[in-house]
């Protein structure tokens, strides 16, 4: 069946620094969604790519979804303390949707 | 506020009881989703209802049982409940079985 994972598990940057996550699905994705949950929150729906090769960006925050459809990842430039939590990859395959196992990032001030 | 809602917000029970979690979709969503937290740990999916009818399972424990009633809320049934059930248990639900998924606060379950 469809695994989707993601690393790193955990992140632990100096704020101003860069951030990077990164999914892989073993199969084909229609689309993957990317989720954030703060601590102590509930995740909450960031984007969705759809296409092959698609890069959106908001703010300071840029998604990448491959050309094969089957990775993806999350960027965040110059970190700051309001961007910690864990965030989630979650990729759909025939309708089926399958979370990572999320990557914590910590931001020291 | 997502719109979906969860109750109770905390459960506090003993080893070997049952307990009921409930879920309200946002307006209008078809599909509801139940996942596991536990402590630091990812997302555990658990089971999806479309329309009232189970759609996809995941890790679901035989001593658990969700079912979603024709106005579209739904419970999560966990039975024999033991310590390592002890988790955060979230409710989502989406227009549809690829749409984006909106959560619910949360129900968190202490087993002692």
């Known amino acids: 069946g469809q695994q989707v994972m993601q690393i790193p598990q955990y992140q632990h940057v100096q704020e101003g620094e860069d951030f990077t996550t990164y999914c892989n699905s073993s199969t084909t994705l229609s689309n993957i969604q990317w989720y954030k949950q703060r601590p102590g929150g509930h995740p909450v729906f960031l984007i969705q790519l759809v296409k092959s090769g698609e890069v959106k960006k908001q703010k300071r925050l840029t998604f990448q979804f491959g050309e094969a459809k089957k990775n993806s990842s999350l960027h965040i430039t110059a970190t700051q303390t309001t961007d910690v939590g864990t965030y989630f990859c979650a990729g759909v395959d025939n309708n089926d949707m399958r979370f990572g196992a999320g990557t914590r990032l910590t931001v020291k001030p | 506020d997502s719109g979906v809602t969860q109750t109770p917000k905390h459960l506090i029970t003993a080893t070997g009881q049952r307990v009921t979690l409930r879920c309200s979709p946002r307006s209008g969503d078809l599909s509801v989703y139940w996942y596991q937290q536990s402590l630091d740990q990812g997302l555990q999916f658990l089971i999806q209802?479309?329309?009232?009818?189970?759609?996809a399972k995941g890790n679901i424990l035989e001593r658990f049982s969700a079912q979603q009633f024709p106005d579209l809320h739904s419970e999560l049934n966990l039975s024999s409940l033991e310590l390592g059930d002890s988790a955060l248990y979230f409710c989502?639900?989406?227009?549809?079985?690829?749409?984006?998924?909106?959560f619910g606060p949360g129900t968190r379950l202490t087993v002692t």
């Open positions: 209802y479309y329309n009232g009818e189970e759609r």
């Open positions: 989502a639900s989406s227009g549809g079985p690829s749409y984006e998924q909106y």
